[in-house]
């Protein structure tokens, strides 16, 4: 992303590493494409909110819950593209012979559930007009590689609003302890304005009055958020889905309350190696549960400053219908944390 979210944020609490996010094979790395974060063979868990969570919305967590691997790729979009994302990354993985490393049969025939997550762009995009195609998908696919993470309104981003300002993808990662990586990636798109906060600081609220407008006010948040997590810390299904709970908690600390209408779908997964041991047994390694609590909090972190780092990389759009949302005003939420006090060298308000 740009360096303005860095001049105003000199030093972000935690151990920063980059703005890795999440790709496919050993450490997390940065790296995603159109609407994919890559592929691995992996342990993983998923916890979604109990509101609007259907099985449309990820398609292969099913199989996820019941097997405790995620075993191929993670594909974002919108709500009304489900379906033809999932089919055209099944078409790919057929074309290409790129079968998963389980659920394969001797005769080398293979089925695959890829996940596909969605958030609800339809206040910008013409989610209706059913524009996203099996060539979009398959060129995002075989584009996918580690390299710079595009953050802002790209890609499946493109037509998300957060705390209503523009928003899209966001990334960012912590070191822990010198000995793991845990990298974020997050689709923001949920909150109300008044509700957004930054490094503790009610920002939304001073900003209401001053940029009302630009999207509908009141009444539940109707968006939502996807949020994906990846460590190389070797870690069991049982406690991927304890770190997976962990994003809610960053979501939490930008102000979000998850409103009836929010779908929050927090997925995550561990790239820590299998030792194969013989055709019927696998060593697995994990991490003692008393020492997790490193881990639990830069996944708390990460998620926070993604889902930052996403408003803050986004610029002002118009879409369907001449419909405009605005950014996020770099300046004003400058001068806000320098009233409020958590800048380096700012003065706390009196």
Same mark, same amino acid.
Not at 92 to 98: I, K, P, Y
Not at 180 to 191: D, E, H, I, K, S
């Given at each position: 992303?740009?360096?303005?979210?860095?001049?105003?944020?000199?030093?972000?609490?935690?151990?920063?590493?980059?703005?890795?996010?999440?790709?496919?094979?050993?450490?997390?790395?940065?790296?995603?494409? &159109?609407?994919?974060?890559?592929?691995?063979?992996?342990?993983?868990?998923?916890?979604?909110?109990?509101?609007?969570?259907?099985?449309?919305?990820?398609?292969?967590?099913?199989?996820?819950?019941?097997?405790? /691997?995620?075993?191929?790729?993670?594909?974002?979009?919108?709500?009304?593209?489900?379906?033809?994302?999932?089919?055209?990354?099944?078409?790919?993985?057929?074309?290409?012979?790129?079968?998963?490393?389980?659920?394969?049969?001797?005769?080398?025939?293979?089925?695959?559930?890829?996940?596909?997550?969605?958030?609800?762009?339809?206040?910008?995009?013409?989610?209706?007009?059913?524009?996203?195609?099996? &060539?979009?998908?398959?060129?995002?696919? &075989?584009?996918?590689?580690?390299?710079?993470?595009?953050?802002?309104?790209?890609?499946?981003?493109?037509?998300?609003?957060?705390?209503?300002?523009?928003?899209?993808?966001?990334?960012?990662?912590?070191?822990?302890?010198?000995?793991?990586?845990?990298?974020?990636?997050?689709?923001?798109?949920?909150?109300?304005?008044?509700?957004?906060?930054?490094?503790?600081?009610?920002?939304?609220?001073?900003?209401?009055?001053?940029?009302?407008?630009?999207?509908?006010?009141?009444?539940?948040?109707?968006?939502?958020?996807?949020?994906?997590?990846?460590?190389?810390?070797?870690?069991?299904?049982?406690?991927?889905?304890?770190?997976?709970?962990?994003?809610?908690?960053?979501?939490?600390?930008?102000?979000?309350?998850?409103?009836?209408?929010?779908?929050?779908? /927090?997925?995550?997964?561990?790239?820590?190696?299998?030792?194969?041991?013989?055709?019927?047994?696998?060593?697995?390694?994990?991490?003692?549960?008393?020492?997790?609590?490193?881990? /639990? &909090?830069?996944?708390?972190?990460?998620?926070?400053?993604?889902?930052?780092?996403?408003? /803050?990389?986004?610029?002002?759009?118009?879409?369907?219908?001449?419909?405009?949302?605005?950014?996020?005003?770099?300046?004003?939420?400058?001068?806000?944390?320098?009233?409020?006090?958590?800048?380096?060298?700012?003065?706390?308000?009196?």
């Amino acid at each position: 992303m740009s360096g303005e979210k860095n001049d105003i944020f000199p030093q972000w609490a935690g151990e920063p590493k980059g703005v890795a996010a999440v790709t496919g094979q050993g450490r997390p790395g940065p790296g995603h494409s &159109e609407r994919t974060l890559g592929s691995a063979r992996c342990w993983q868990s998923s916890t979604p909110t109990p509101d609007r969570q259907r099985q449309r919305r990820d398609d292969g967590t099913a199989w996820i819950a019941e097997s405790g /691997f995620l075993d191929g790729s993670v594909l974002l979009t919108n709500t009304h593209s489900v379906g033809t994302v999932r089919d055209a990354c099944i078409r790919w993985m057929v074309r290409t012979g790129r079968s998963p490393a389980t659920n394969v049969a001797p005769s080398g025939v293979f089925w695959a559930l890829p996940v596909v997550a969605e958030t609800f762009d339809g206040y910008l995009n013409d989610i209706n007009g059913f524009h996203v195609r099996d &060539e979009h998908v398959i060129e995002c696919l &075989e584009a996918a590689r580690p390299g710079p993470v595009a953050e802002g309104a790209v890609r499946a981003g493109t037509g998300s609003i957060c705390y209503g300002f523009k928003a899209g993808i966001g990334t960012a990662s912590r070191s822990i302890e010198g000995r793991y990586t845990l990298g974020v990636l997050v689709q923001a798109n949920c909150g109300k304005r008044q509700q957004l906060m930054i490094a503790g600081c009610p920002v939304g609220r001073e900003l209401a009055e001053q940029t009302a407008g630009s999207v509908p006010a009141g009444g539940d948040e109707t968006g939502s958020i996807i949020v994906v997590l990846a460590t190389d810390a070797p870690f069991l299904p049982h406690q991927a889905n304890r770190l997976a709970k962990r994003a809610a908690m960053g979501l939490a600390w930008t102000g979000s309350s998850a409103d009836n209408f929010s779908g929050n779908l /927090f997925l995550a997964f561990s790239t820590a190696p299998l030792a194969h041991a013989s055709d019927a047994v696998e060593r697995v390694l994990m991490m003692r549960n008393e020492v997790l609590s490193p881990v /639990f &909090e830069a996944a708390v972190e990460a998620t926070e400053e993604s889902i930052i780092n996403a408003l /803050f990389a986004a610029e002002a759009m118009t879409g369907l219908n001449s419909r405009r949302v605005d950014a996020l005003p770099l300046e004003a939420v400058r001068t806000l944390l320098l009233r409020w006090g958590p800048l380096k060298g700012g003065v706390a308000a009196s």
